[in-house]
């Protein structure tokens, strides 16, 4: 069974960065897209960016010139950083897997979420 | 980035129901739409890819269907764990979007 437990700093001050660590139990680490999404009251489900167990990644956009995504497929772990963090970033933050081998590209197993607030 | 766009927001039906929820892209997305379902304080869950294919283990009461820009997602005969708030998602292209979500009360 496979199971992604995520942990990280939930209280920041504007202009910190936000770091949080998904790792991976059961299952394969390799072959799969490791994704982080967020959820706020304003803005719903955001996809945020995702990385493969080589390092190639995909960010979005919106966020690009904030995020880093990382992984250490050693230990099935990956990681994101969002830098300069502002009230507009408070939101519950997932992990997830993206599943392409059924072609579609699901998430198929999520993180429990970390609830992340920024304030001063 | 494509918009996706459910309809209702929310919803009120009783157990026993048939609830249709929509989700409209803002471009050809051919069968790239996936749909969650998302109880309070909890991970959204993957109920169907491809539009109308069931993950496993989903109750056969859930269907999808659709191409294109438009989609359904209906449940017969809804049960009491149904009531949640239930997300369409394209996976066409990147970023990928969700809609804002459907929620399906108890009435």
């Known amino acids: 069974q496979v199971q992604l437990q995520q942990w990280g700093a939930g209280l920041l001050k504007p202009s910190e960065t936000l770091s949080l660590t998904c790792a991976v139990y059961?299952?394969?680490?390799?072959?799969?897209?490791w994704s982080w999404i967020r959820q706020s009251p304003g803005k719903g489900l955001e996809w945020i960016g995702e990385i493969t167990h080589s390092g190639s990644t995909n960010y979005n956009p919106s966020l690009k010139s904030r995020i880093t995504i990382s992984v250490d497929a050693s230990n099935k772990q990956f990681s994101l950083k969002v830098n300069s963090v502002t009230a507009a970033d408070t939101a519950v933050y997932y992990c997830?897997?993206?599943?392409?081998?059924?072609?579609?590209?699901?998430?198929?197993?999520w993180g429990q979420g970390t609830l992340v607030s920024v304030s001063s | 980035d494509i918009q996706m766009t459910q309809s209702p927001s929310s919803v009120s039906a009783s157990a026993g129901d048939r609830v249709t929820i929509t989700c409209r892209a803002s471009?050809?997305?051919?069968?790239?739409l996936n749909w969650y379902q998302q109880k309070s304080g909890k991970a959204p869950e993957v109920l169907m890819y491809a539009a109308s294919t069931l993950q496993s283990g989903v109750p056969s009461r859930f269907s999808g269907s659709g191409s294109g820009t438009d989609f359904t997602l209906t449940i017969t005969s809804l049960q009491p764990e149904d009531f949640a708030t239930y997300y369409c998602q394209q996976s066409y292209t990147s970023p990928w979007t969700f809609g804002q979500g459907t929620k399906v009360e108890i009435k």
């Open positions: 471009q050809n997305i051919r069968t790239y």
């Open positions: 059961g299952g394969s680490f390799s072959g799969y897209y």
């Open positions: 997830a897997r993206g599943n392409h081998f059924t072609g579609w590209k699901e998430w198929d197993y």
